[in-house]
């Protein structure tokens, strides 16, 4: 896996590689990729979450791209699907984002 890229792994197993600087915008996800030490998440660029689906996933990691865009200056408007409110709230307490 390239160095500037993370993967990302939902509970159903289904895997999503990411830039690395989106994925950053989580502070649990920063720590487990910069922690010092061997750490499994650090050496293989992967970090797995057993307790968060692929769509709640998928949600996450659209996320961290209009985060990176919105920081940038490009103030667009974020669709959160109300079905997914729930979920998507407990995980990104989680995640820290």
Not at 19 to 44: C, H
Request: hydrophobic share 40%; charged share 25%.
């Amino acid at each position: 896996m390239r160095k500037d890229t993370v993967k990302l792994i939902s509970a159903e197993g289904f895997e999503f590689v990411i830039d690395k600087r989106a994925a950053m915008v989580s502070q649990t996800i920063r720590n487990m990729l910069t922690s010092p030490g061997i750490f499994a998440e650090t050496q293989l660029g992967e970090v797995r979450f057993p307790e968060i689906s692929t769509t709640i996933l998928e949600k996450i990691c659209q996320y961290f791209y209009w985060s990176l865009q919105y920081a940038s200056g490009k103030e667009t408007e974020f669709h959160i699907e109300p079905e997914l409110t729930l979920e998507l709230m407990m995980a990104a307490n989680y995640l820290h984002t």
